[in-house]
């Protein structure tokens, strides 16, 4: 409706501002809720640990769903973002149980430049310096 | 394999209807952390030229879960309580955002399911649609069965609720 950023602005290899995303137990419990996804690995410490994880990790859908704030962020108008999509979730975002949380570091780069105004956003995120993700781009329909 | 692979091609909807309201938008936003005005604020939404507030993109992947988690919970399925699913891929294509006011409906088709090593996944495909007929968003779901390759089948599943899945 409304990007702020024009297509004829942007050339592949662009990089958006990045973002840190903070993820903290209680931001866990709000999404599970929002969601309806009371999927015990998000909330419950002793049954994450029984299936072999370090401790109670992070929706995959909730870190995408915050990584692609980088991109709407950057374009100004959330409705600009057209499509988003992870190939693999590869590594769990470990969330502890104290005040600080996880951070998520979110880059985007342009990676490719479409018709119709749109442009391909490569998005990467890193927690504790590894992938969390693989494969995950969003299009944007810029001005 | 634990799951019941039959269930390749199969259909479950159009659900019951979903009505979105502000609120719900509101309380998503907040719970993915982001506050941006156009999911809150009907006056900032029309400052870029929305009618009203629009939910966040991520929004209409909420509704699997709203809308029963099918097949999750079809004891025909083979899913139990453990071992655990995690998502492994995950696509989301709008045609416009969602919002207030949209009343909406999810029609889910299992597109593949099979083997990966020891683990066994399904593909699922969420057609989102107001009950007119427009279509408004795809959501494709890929799911990871950990470990639940080498398992028999054992039909019918308890029956589970979300929460213990």
């Known amino acids: 409706m409304a990007a702020k950023v024009a297509h004829d602005d942007i050339e592949v290899g662009t990089e958006i501002p990045a973002q840190d995303i903070t993820v903290r137990r209680v931001d866990l419990l709000r999404y599970c809720g929002a969601c309806s996804d009371f999927t015990a690995t998000h909330w419950n410490e002793r049954i994450a640990k029984a299936v072999g994880l370090p401790d109670v990790i992070a929706h995959g859908t909730y870190t995408i769903a915050a990584a692609v704030r980088v991109v709407t962020d950057w374009a100004g108008d959330p409705s600009a973002l057209v499509e988003y999509s992870v190939r693999r979730f590869t590594r769990p975002v470990v969330v502890p149980d104290d005040d600080a949380g996880a951070t998520v570091r979110i880059t985007g780069v342009v990676e490719r430049k479409l018709d119709d105004r749109r442009a391909v956003i490569r998005l990467r995120a890193r927690f504790e310096g590894l992938e969390v993700m693989s494969g995950a781009r969003a299009v944007v329909r810029l001005a | ?165």
Not at chain 2, 2 to 29: C, M, Q, W
Not at chain 2, 31 to 49: F, I
Not at chain 2, 61 to 80: N, Q, S, T
Not at chain 2, 81 to 94: I, Y
Request: proline fraction near 9%; charged fraction near 25%; glycine fraction near 8%.
């Open chain 2, 1 to 165: 394999m634990a799951l019941n692979h039959d269930f390749i091609g199969r259909t479950h909807g159009p659900s019951e209807v979903y009505e979105v309201s502000r609120e719900k938008i509101r309380d998503y936003a907040i719970a993915t952390g982001d506050t941006h005005p156009v999911y809150l604020d009907p006056e900032a939404a029309r400052a870029l030229g929305h009618p009203d507030v629009i939910a966040p993109p991520s929004f209409a992947v909420m509704l699997f879960f709203r809308f029963g988690g099918w097949p999750l919970y079809d004891p025909e399925f083979g899913k139990r309580k453990e071992p655990v699913c995690v998502h492994r891929a995950q696509r989301v294509e709008h045609r416009r955002p969602i919002g207030p006011g949209d009343r909406l409906v999810q029609t889910t088709t299992v597109d593949d399911m099979s083997v990966m090593g020891e683990h066994e996944q399904w593909v699922m495909t969420h057609r989102i649609s107001t009950v007119d007929g427009e279509h408004v968003c795809t959501v494709v779901n890929t799911i990871l069965s950990r470990g639940t390759a080498d398992l028999p089948r054992q039909a019918p599943a308890p029956v589970l609720q979300p929460q213990e899945a």
